[in-house]
């Protein structure tokens, strides 16, 4: 099987924010790299929509709503409020390995 690597950036929207890969990955992390200083990683073996989170204080959690969607062709960053902040830096990778 070929390995499969995606890394990209964009600023937290508040919202859902999609993310093409051109893959499916096996493993997702988010990181919030603003004031938030958080992230989310996800597994494809997860449900919709959940994901491992770490924030600031290094409090960890696993989250069921507002985490990571994988999809056919990338992922989907949900409305979590300590990764997903309006305005502030996220970067991403993906792997297919």
Not at 14 to 41: H, Q, T, W
Not at 51 to 75: H, L, N, Q
């Given at each position: 099987?070929?390995?499969?690597?995606?890394?990209?950036?964009?600023?937290?929207?508040?919202?859902?924010?999609?993310?093409?890969?051109?893959?499916?990955?096996?493993?997702?992390?988010?990181?919030?790299?603003?004031?938030?200083?958080?992230?989310?990683?996800?597994?494809?073996s997860m449900?919709?929509?959940?994901?491992?989170?770490?924030?600031?204080?290094?409090?960890?959690?696993?989250?069921?709503?507002?985490?990571?969607?994988?999809?056919?062709?990338?992922?989907?960053?949900?409305?979590?409020?300590?990764?997903?902040?309006?305005?502030?830096?996220?970067?991403?990778?993906?792997?297919?390995?």
């Open positions: 099987m070929e390995k499969y690597t995606h890394s990209d950036t964009k600023n937290g929207t508040g919202a859902a924010i999609s993310f093409n890969c051109g893959f499916r990955p096996k493993y997702v992390k988010a990181m919030n790299v603003g004031a938030g200083l958080s992230s989310l990683e996800a597994t494809d449900a919709a929509g959940s994901g491992f989170k770490e924030i600031s204080t290094g409090v960890k959690s696993f989250v069921a709503t507002g985490g990571i969607t994988i999809t056919d062709y990338g992922f989907i960053l949900g409305a979590d409020a300590n990764v997903n902040i309006a305005g502030q830096p996220i970067h991403v990778i993906a792997h297919r390995m």
